[in-house]
């Protein structure tokens, strides 16, 4: 027998002694360029630097907290002199995975993804100009961007600025919750409940595995579930009226500690998102069913069996990779100061 065929049975028989749960599926590679480590360190400090921002107030992390696993356990986000978005923020995890950005889909890679905020007037309303001004007058980031991109004529350049954010994202992975110990075999990591609502995942009554995919729980596509709002997500980003109302397939992982849920934040608690899906989504809520997918049906579950999916996605918690909140940032700002607005008397973080 020729050797790599014995090899091959060899493995087979390997493969067979492992406990198989047919669950271990490999994460895609990480996309982009490599991190290196002077690059995430600097990346990490300017995540959470409001000097980016042309008031000087806002840093990526008011919006994406380290302790809400990059969310901001709003509605929708905050933005500059407390504007209202249009959009819940969320998580960064294994956002390194993801073929497309926002809830619309509509930046291609991290890079893109973050020039959306920095230049949003709304948002940071950053000036290139200014910000790499502000970065070249304080030694430390100078310093920082020689190390950092020392082969190239010009380290400190606001494109850097966004490839040493993007290479900190890079590091945010989360792949080591209990569910992803169960799926390489301990089945002690998942208790009873979680395991039923690991099946009722993947069953075909629920259907939650059709679009939230293993491994990373979500997809590279954009689908109807019907959350009623008058935000058209895919159809207004890409200027396609027949694709409103589509919005990016969202990652459950850590989603225990995302709240609230959906492009708009409307559902409050995993609790009001699963009996949301147990009606068929926005069928009952008036939303055309024409824009709701035909996976998003009514499906028929006991109380107790909802608790048990509820538990499953509790599960998919993992912050490992979670960075440390510098207590100090080169410009010397305060990091995650709360922002106060003249137009109203209340403090918001
Ligand atoms: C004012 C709040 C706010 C600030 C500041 C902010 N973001 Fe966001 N972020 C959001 C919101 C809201 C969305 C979703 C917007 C949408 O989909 O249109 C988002 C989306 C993202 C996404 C896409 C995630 C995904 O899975 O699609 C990434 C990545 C991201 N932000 C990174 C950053 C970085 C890096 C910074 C700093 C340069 C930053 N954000 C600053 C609120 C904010
Ligand atoms: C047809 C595809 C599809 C199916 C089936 C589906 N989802 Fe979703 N899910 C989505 C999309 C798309 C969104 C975002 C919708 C929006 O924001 O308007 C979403 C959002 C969510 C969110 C909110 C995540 C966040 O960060 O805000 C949770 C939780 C969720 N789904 C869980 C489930 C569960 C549990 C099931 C099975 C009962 C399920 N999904 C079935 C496509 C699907």
């Given at each position: 027998?020729?050797?790599?065929?014995?090899?091959?049975?060899?493995?087979?028989?390997?493969?067979?002694?492992?406990?198989?749960?047919?669950?271990?599926?490999?994460?895609?590679?990480?996309?982009?360029?490599?991190?290196?480590?002077?690059?995430?360190?600097?990346?990490?400090?300017?995540?959470?630097?409001p000097v980016l921002s042309g008031d000087?107030?806002?840093?990526?992390?008011?919006?994406?907290?380290?302790?809400?696993?990059?969310?901001?356990?709003?509605?929708?986000?905050?933005?500059?002199?407390?504007?209202?978005?249009?959009?819940?923020?969320?998580?960064?995890?294994?956002?390194?995975?993801?073929?497309?950005?926002?809830?619309?889909?509509?930046?291609?890679?991290?890079?893109?993804?973050?020039?959306?905020?920095?230049?949003?007037?709304?948002?940071?309303?950053?000036d290139p100009a200014v910000v790499v001004?502000?970065?070249?007058?304080?030694?430390?980031?100078?310093?920082?961007?020689?190390?950092?991109?020392?082969?190239?004529?010009?380290?400190?350049?606001?494109?850097?600025?966004?490839?040493?954010?993007?290479?900190?994202?890079?590091?945010?992975?989360?792949?080591?919750?209990?569910?992803?110990?169960?799926?390489?075999?301990?089945?002690?990591?998942?208790?009873?409940?979680?395991?039923?609502?690991?099946?009722?995942?993947?069953?075909?009554?629920?259907?939650?595995?059709?679009?939230?995919?293993?491994?990373?729980?979500?997809?590279?596509?954009?689908?109807?579930?019907?959350?009623?709002?008058?935000?058209?997500?895919?159809?207004?980003?890409?200027?396609?009226?027949?694709?409103?109302?589509?919005?990016?397939?969202?990652?459950?992982?850590?989603v225990a500690v995302t709240a609230p849920?959906?492009?708009?934040?409307?559902?409050?608690?995993?609790?009001?998102?699963?009996?949301?899906?147990?009606?068929?989504?926005?069928?009952?809520?008036?939303?055309?069913?024409?824009?709701?997918?035909?996976?998003?049906?009514?499906?028929?579950?006991?109380?107790?069996?909802?608790?048990?999916?509820?538990?499953?996605?509790?599960?998919?918690?993992?912050?490992?990779?979670?960075?440390?909140?510098?207590?100090?940032?080169?410009?010397?700002?305060?990091?995650?100061?709360?922002?106060?607005?003249?137009?109203?008397?209340?403090?918001?973080?």
């Amino acid at each position: 027998m020729h050797l790599s065929r014995l090899l091959a049975l060899a493995l087979a028989a390997a493969a067979c002694l492992a406990p198989a749960t047919g669950l271990d599926r490999p994460f895609p590679p990480v996309r982009g360029e490599a991190p290196t480590p002077e690059r995430v360190e600097l990346g990490r400090l300017l995540f959470f630097d409001p000097v980016l921002s042309g008031d000087r107030s806002l840093s990526c992390a008011h919006c994406h907290r380290p302790e809400l696993a990059f969310s901001d356990g709003r509605k929708t986000a905050l933005g500059a002199g407390g504007a209202q978005l249009a959009r819940n923020a969320p998580t960064l995890y294994n956002a390194a995975f993801k073929e497309s950005l926002f809830w619309d889909r509509r930046a291609g890679s991290l890079e893109e993804q973050a020039l959306g905020p920095l230049l949003a007037s709304d948002e940071m309303a950053a000036d290139p100009a200014v910000v790499v001004a502000r970065l070249a007058a304080i030694p430390e980031y100078a310093r920082r961007f020689e190390a950092a991109f020392a082969s190239e004529a010009e380290p400190l350049s606001f494109g850097n600025v966004v490839r040493a954010i993007a290479s900190f994202e890079r590091t945010l992975v989360s792949q080591d919750s209990r569910y992803d110990r169960f799926a390489r075999g301990d089945r002690s990591a998942l208790d009873a409940s979680e395991r039923r609502g690991l099946t009722l995942f993947r069953s075909l009554n629920t259907r939650c595995f059709e679009c939230h995919q293993l491994p990373t729980f979500e997809a590279p596509l954009a689908m109807g579930v019907g959350v009623p709002s008058s935000d058209r997500g895919i159809g207004g980003a890409h200027g396609r009226p027949g694709q409103d109302g589509l919005f990016a397939i969202p990652t459950l992982r850590n989603v225990a500690v995302t709240a609230p849920y959906m492009h708009d934040g409307s559902l409050a608690t995993l609790d009001e998102v699963v009996a949301f899906y147990r009606k068929g989504g926005g069928r009952p809520l008036g939303v055309e069913p024409g824009r709701i997918h035909e996976h998003v049906r009514p499906f028929d579950i006991r109380d107790d069996e909802a608790r048990d999916l509820i538990a499953f996605l509790h599960a998919l918690t993992d912050e490992s990779a979670r960075p440390e909140t510098p207590a100090a940032v080169p410009s010397g700002l305060p990091v995650l100061r709360e922002r106060r607005f003249a137009s109203s008397e209340e403090t918001r973080p």
